[in-house]
């Protein structure tokens, strides 16, 4: 019995599958459920289109210093310029989209591959024109890519423009159920999110290859180059008094138009709703704006000042706060997840509120703003190292607490971390992990306690030169591990194996 029980806890184990993205890894509903999917399709690489770099990093040598590894970084130069008509009443939108894009590399291309996140629902995006340099193109549509084939290949050194004419018809974000992944991009009653809303440009290795993985049932997939961003919103039959929320404020608001102009940044979204209310500070020239739904407006100006407060902290000890602009939404879905200059909270954490920064609601608050830096800032592999951002993000909430409310350490250990008993190797891709608590409890809560233990080692002084180091580094740039290693060894010349062999796989040694 004994056994027959064990075997079918390890098939169990196997194909456990927990349907959540939840980048601020915590889930709203109930956090120690775990769903069996035996569906799941376990090859990754399936609907993967072509060159599409799916290897996993090396692991770090236990014994020797990081070897160098691909560079993500060639220089691309990549501006879009797009025009958006949003009907409210229909929730359907038509887009034009220009992408000017230029080869910076030595490698010439002769094929382009764009993600596009929101084929990834039936019906919502619906192409209707597409051309390369004003002439027709040969484009593929895939699951959720579009890859075209050039007639002439790109030089290193020459540009190409893209146009696009589509429509999207946003999905109705479904309730919240235990056994689905929630849904950002798509409208409740109360909100309209364009997340990963355009077909985008994503990043180059350095032989050439795009990098574009496969979505996965939990955690994040995409990879973001730097970009500028010229963007047009026109919104048409929306109630009075709606508002937009977005990625930076805009240079020019009209009747019913927003324009902005966001450049050197990871991606743009907005939020519309005619339900938000807002609280808005400026502090050191960067707008800070909370906005929340009328029945929470305690927790959203309870936000805003977390908010500010990390900003300030984060800028003192990692660098100057990135950006002009942070807006901070209140989601009406049950999910945290960040963006290049927006987060989205979820309004399960505005419920749970208590006047208390014991909670969830500052938590995430100041574990999304640290996404700024780690996320916007210094962007990384999401899908293949999920911990170089979450665990410092995680540890950043650390960090929050103990500057800002040294007194509730002890219970912010005990709250987020320990209270779930974390194990697991941190640095595995999100493929690699049997579902989204192993992976949240590895990444995020195990790599917090790495963060603290390397700080314990490195003492405090050299701890925080490495991490003003580190993002004066790999600023702008697409970091990996092996970049964080880098400057935790020229900051320190202690022996880290022991950290190593505890917390990251170093099953190739
Ligand atoms: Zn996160």
């Known amino acids: 019995m004994l056994n027959q029980y064990f075997h079918r806890f390890i098939i169990f184990s196997i194909f456990s ?56 970084n060639p220089p691309e130069s990549i501006r879009y310029t797009i025009d958006l008509v949003f009907d409210y009443l229909n929730q359907t939108a038509n887009v034009e989209q220009k992408i000017r894009y230029k080869n910076n590399s030595q490698i010439s291309i002769t094929e382009l591959l764009l993600s596009c996140d929101t084929l990834r629902t039936d019906n919502v995006f619906v192409l209707a024109d597409s051309k390369i340099d004003g002439n027709p193109s040969n484009v593929e549509i895939g699951g959720f890519w579009l890859k075209y084939k050039l007639s002439t290949p790109l030089e290193p050194g020459h540009e190409l423009e893209v146009e696009l004419n589509y429509s999207l018809n946003l999905p109705k974000i479904p309730e919240p159920a235990d056994d689905k992944k929630p849904v950002i991009f798509g409208y409740t009653v109360l909100q309209s999110n364009f997340v990963d809303w355009y077909p985008m440009i994503v990043p180059r290795d350095d032989d050439g290859n795009w990098i574009l993985h496969d979505p996965w049932f939990y955690g994040e997939y995409l990879v973001y ?4 961003f010229d963007i047009s919103l026109k919104i048409q039959n929306a109630p009075a008094g709606y508002l937009v929320a977005a990625s930076d404020t805009p240079t020019s608001v009209g009747n019913d138009s927003h324009v902005y102009l966001y450049e050197n940044a990871r991606n743009f979204v907005w939020s519309i709703s005619p339900s938000f209310q807002f609280s808005q500070e400026k502090i050191d020239g960067v707008t800070v704006t909370s906005y929340y739904f009328p029945f929470h407006q305690a927790a959203g100006e309870q936000v805003l000042k977390e908010v ?25 879905f049950l999910d945290g997840m960040e ?13 749970l509120y208590d006047g208390s920064p014991k909670g969830y609601l500052t938590t995430i ?52 971390v320990d209270f779930y008993k974390p194990d697991g190797k941190i640095d595995l891709s999100i493929y690699d992990y049997h579902g989204f608590l ?47 290693w880098r400057s935790i060894t020229q900051n320190s010349p202690n022996d880290f194996n022991d950290l190593k062999m505890e917390y990251f796989n170093n099953e190739s040694q």
């Open 308 to 332: 500010i407060s990390a900003i300030k902290l984060y800028s003192d000890i990692f660098g100057p706060y990135p950006r002009s602009n942070l807006s901070i939404v209140e989601a009406d």
């Open 339 to 351: 963006y290049d200059g927006l987060f989205f909270l979820s309004k399960g954490f505005y419920n």
């Open 225 to 228: 180059p730097l970009a500028d």
């Open 438 to 484: 192993p992976y949240r409890d590895s990444t995020y809560l195990r790599g917090a306690k790495f963060f603290h233990d390397l700080r314990s080692r490195m003492g405090d002084e050299q701890f925080f030169l490495f991490l003003k180091e580190y993002v004066e580094t790999n600023k702008d740039k697409i970091s990996s591990g092996n970049d964080i």
């Open 17 to 72: 599958f927990c349907f959540m993205s939840c980048s601020s890894g915590i889930l709203v509903s109930d956090p120690t459920i775990v769903f069996s999917t035996p569906t799941i399709k376990t090859n990754k690489t399936t609907n993967t289109p072509f060159q599409v770099r799916t290897i996993n990093p090396t692991p770090l040598s236990i014994t020797e210093t990081p070897l160098p590894e691909k560079d993500l």
């Open 365 to 416: 608050a100041v574990h999304e703003t640290a996404h700024q830096w780690w996320y916007a800032l210094i962007a990384n592999d999401q899908a293949l190292e999920p911990w170089v951002d979450e665990a410092l993000c995680t540890y950043s909430e650390f960090l929050y607490y103990e500057s800002v409310y040294a007194e509730l350490i002890e219970w912010w250990w005990q709250y987020r």
